[in-house]
């Protein structure tokens, strides 16, 4: 599993290079292309940073189980989460390809 994984994050690799591309062909100010360097930048930034986050939170349901305790809740993988992650990344690529 390691190899094939190692593999695919080779072949999507070239995200940055292919970003940087498109945006020194497209941008023909250089003033300008200095900040779209920089919205890019920040823009994979925050969601190396806030995209684990909002799969962890929208994966967990958090649901009370009878125990001697009465305030325990359990955090737990459900079915219900993964559907929930899978409906906003779906949702999130359906409104980036149509931008």
């Known amino acids: 599993i390691f190899i094939t994984l190692l593999a695919l994050s080779g072949i999507f690799s070239s995200t940055f290079t292919l970003t940087f591309a498109y945006i020194s062909n497209t941008v023909q100010k250089r ?14 930034g925050l969601s190396f940073t806030i995209g684990p986050m909002a799969g962890g939170y929208l994966s967990h349901v958090t649901h009370d189980t009878p125990s001697s305790e009465s305030s325990a809740a359990v955090y737990a993988i459900h079915p219900i989460g993964q559907q929930r992650v899978f409906t906003s990344s779906l949702v999130l690529t359906l409104l980036d390809l149509l931008y």
Request: glycine letters at 14%; aromatic letters at 14%; zero cysteines.
């Open 31 to 44: 003033g300008d292309r200095v900040t779209a360097y920089g919205l890019a930048l920040a823009t994979f």
